[in-house]
């Protein structure tokens, strides 16, 4: 499942994530879920007919990245691998565990998203990437984001979101599957 919120030229999606890691650090083997949270750079297309045709809308490149993820094998609800990466482009750097983001990642998280513009300072992003209202309708859109990454995570630990490929085996070694 994939929800997306755009203001002007800052958008923030998020969805379910099953992943593998094919190449995993210690301490990080075996299969995870949860919900992947980006803050990404939006750009509306010009329109491709009349003044009523649909919008092109492209949802560019990350600038922030919270994996709200635990290990599939672990307790239900720990978020035990919890992180966040900084962003080269459109990769994703190592894991980065944060103190406040294992205990309250929620939170964690919204208080990230209610300072745009110290997200993108920690980020390495410049503060003109965003358009001048954006800071301000993602601050008032927080709870509705936080809503949603709570459905997620709700349809995580209830089995219905963030599963195995369709037909994998129990020797799978490599998985994503989620919209991010």
């Not at 307790?75 to 992180?83: E, I, Q, T, V």
């Not at 205990?103 to 998203?113: E, I, S, Y």
């Not at 809503?147 to 998985?175: F, H, W």
């Amino acid at each position: 499942m994939l929800y997306a919120f755009g203001f002007e030229r800052i958008g923030v999606v998020a969805s379910d994530l099953y992943f593998i890691d094919p190449h995993p650090t210690p301490g990080q083997e075996g299969a995870e879920h949860g919900v992947r949270l980006e803050v990404r750079l939006l750009r509306r297309e010009p329109l491709t007919g009349t003044i009523y045709a649909a919008r092109p809308i492209v949802v560019d490149r990350p600038l922030w990245r919270a994996d709200l993820l635990e290990s599939v094998d672990g307790p239900a609800g720990s978020l035990d691998r919890a992180h966040h990466p900084r962003f080269d482009g459109w990769n994703p750097g190592a894991r980065v565990f944060d103190e406040e983001l294992s205990t309250a990642p929620l939170d964690w998280v919204a208080g990230k998203l209610t300072d745009l513009d110290a997200l993108l300072a920690e980020a390495g992003v410049a503060a003109d990437e965003a358009g001048p209202h954006d800071a301000a309708e993602l601050r008032s859109a927080t709870p509705d984001i936080m809503a949603a990454v709570r459905r997620l995570l709700d349809g995580v630990a209830k089995g219905e979101l963030a599963r195995p490929p369709a037909g994998a085996g129990e020797n799978l070694t490599s998985a994503r599957v989620s919209w991010l």
